[in-house]
Every structure is written in structure tokens, then in C-alpha cells.
């Protein structure tokens, strides 16, 4: 697919666009395209390194407080008083 889809340097134009006049819409055209950047240069490495990282921070802190979420609507907090005897 990648054959079909990149542009060709002696004719400027991609294959799909020769043979059919419009281009494939590939699965990864439809990603996000503010998360990283798939081909950094020196220049913006840095930047894209800290766009992933604060990208992976947010999806765990997401992920950390849907699981919170879940525990809490089930979790009821033991009814032990000081004295009883419990299984440990």
C-alpha cells in the first residue's frame, strides 16, 4: 500500500493518483494528527518527545481515574470494629 500511496520523484504524482486519479485513504489517515509527528526532525524532537510524554501522562491519569471510578461504585469500606476477629 505504501508503493501505491508515496509520491514518486520523477513523476511528482503518486501511483493511485496516475492509474485512478485519486488517492487511497489508508487507515493511518485517519489518526490524530496533533499527537506526534511520524517523521521529526533534529529540530523538533524535543518538542515531539514531550507531546508523547504528556500525551501517555494524560491517557494514565485517564485510565487511573476510570479505574477509581469502577472500584469505588462497588467498593464498601468493612464494617470492623476494634476487638473483632478477622481472617488476615
Not at 37 to 66: G, V, W, Y
Request: charged residues 35%; glycine residues 2%.
Amino acid at each position: 500500500m505504501e508503493y501505491k500511496t508515496s509520491i514518486h520523484p520523477s513523476t511528482g504524482k503518486t501511483k493511485e493518483m496516475l492509474e485512478k486519479v485519486w488517492n487511497l485513504r489508508l487507515p493511518y489517515d485517519a489518526l490524530k494528527k496533533d499527537l506526534v509527528d511520524i517523521h521529526p526532525t533534529e529540530s523538533t524532537f524535543k518538542l515531539m518527545l514531550e507531546k508523547a510524554r504528556h500525551h501517555a501522562n494524560r491517557c494514565m491519569q485517564d485510565a487511573f481515574n476510570q479505574a477509581k471510578e469502577r472500584w469505588d461504585k462497588s467498593h464498601k469500606p468493612p464494617d470492623f470494629k476494634l476487638g473483632d476477629l478477622v481472617l488476615v
